[in-house]
């Protein structure tokens, strides 16, 4: 029998939806998950993805056979130049090793799983998150053994990086820590450290010879523009810190369905580059065995073909700045309209999907139990679900739960 089975809580972000979903109120709002959709509260299909689709169906070429077990390769390979750069020196040193995964999460998990195994541990097993974190990565690095532990990262004060925290974390850890840090516009907070800030960071990691866990699911969504959103990985690899890079293709190719991600490694060596792919393959064998070819064409076709990619930099840009035109209109409706106590600032200051909006856990429950507004209970919104339609309704509850 089961019955030592405990009954296990549904997932928190994705309850919101489900939630959202069944609740018939007219005017109700989704600002839980991070996915984004259009002025019109539609998931938006991105043209560019609308093209690539039929490309793919009319291609007699297409079969569907297994694919490699690290991935489709020239869907591989392209990730690897839109996050590093094309004209990278780990890439040009053949030292990148890249192998496709089931999105970013798949990407955390084999990236968690392969330091478990392999990353030569001083002591017990653990790794750094950033309080707060997206909440799914606790549950990744606990499956695989390893002990999340957090560093500072947010000022509830400030509303913004708690860098001196973030600073002092790193150099109070014992060497070689492992450090998860978001590539760009971090979730949940929304709050970036400045280049000045990075190379700090970057100074310090070297002295302390941490390893580094970028994660990073919203490149494109920062700023509109894919290369400086991955500005900071670039110089990390520039300057020798060790490091992998888990990718996601959901938010910013708009396919969250299709799992279409990459776990890039980048070792000193090409000779380690060629040791750490073969151990990634053992992993993913027993894992996947082979990932989603589906997916992985389409970005391959884009990513590959010059026009296409330019038709995806306007998509991205189309839906980087519906965020930034909502991030403006919220922060004038709160600030002028409605006078709303306390500093907006941060609104407008925040980057990427999400925004933090320092309101309490009681607020944040009283906007969805009140008004039908479903947001994670940390004050966390998601900018896409706010639209010319919703977004007064959204900030004249906001004002009233701030008011009390
Ligand atoms: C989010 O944080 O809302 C997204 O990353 C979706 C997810 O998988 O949780």
Known sequence: TWDSVPLAPPDSIFKLTATYKSDTFP???????????????????????????EILLNDPAVDHEYLPITGLPEYT?????????ADSPAIKE?????????????????????????YQWDGPKQ???????????FAIFRNVGIEPLTYPYYDPKTIGLDYTGFIGSLE?????????IHACAHNPTGVDPTKDQWKKIADV????????????????????????DAWAVRYFVERGVPLLICQSFAKNAGLYGERVGALHVVPPSKDAANRIKSQLSVLQRSEISNPPAYGARLVSL?????????????????????????????????TEKFKTPGNWDHIINQIGMFSFTGISTDQSLALTEKAHIYLTTNGRISMAGLNSHNVHYFAENLDKVVRG
């Open 27 to 53: 005017q109700k709002v989704n600002l839980g998950v991070g996915a984004y959709r259009d002025d019109d509260n539609k998931p938006w299909v991105l043209p560019v993805v609308k093209k690539v689709n």
């Open 77 to 85: 390979a392209a990730a690897a130049k839109l996050i590093l750069g």
């Open 94 to 118: 053949e030292r990148v090793v890249s192998v496709q995964t089931i999105s970013g999460t798949g990407a955390n998990h084999l990236g968690a799983l392969f330091l478990s195994r392999f």
């Open 127 to 137: 790794v750094y998150l950033s309080d707060p974190t997206w909440i799914n990565h």
């Open 172 to 180: 109070s850890a014992t060497p070689r820590s492992v450090f998860l």
């Open 205 to 228: 990691v070297l002295e302390k010879k941490h390893y580094v866990f970028f994660d990073s699911a919203y490149q494109g969504f920062a700023s509109g523009d894919l290369d400086n």
């Open 302 to 334: 884009i990513l590959n073909d010059p026009a296409l990619f330019e038709e995806w930099k306007r998509d991205i840009r189309t839906m980087a700045g519906r965020i930034i035109d909502m991030r403006k209109e919220l922060h004038e409706l709160l």
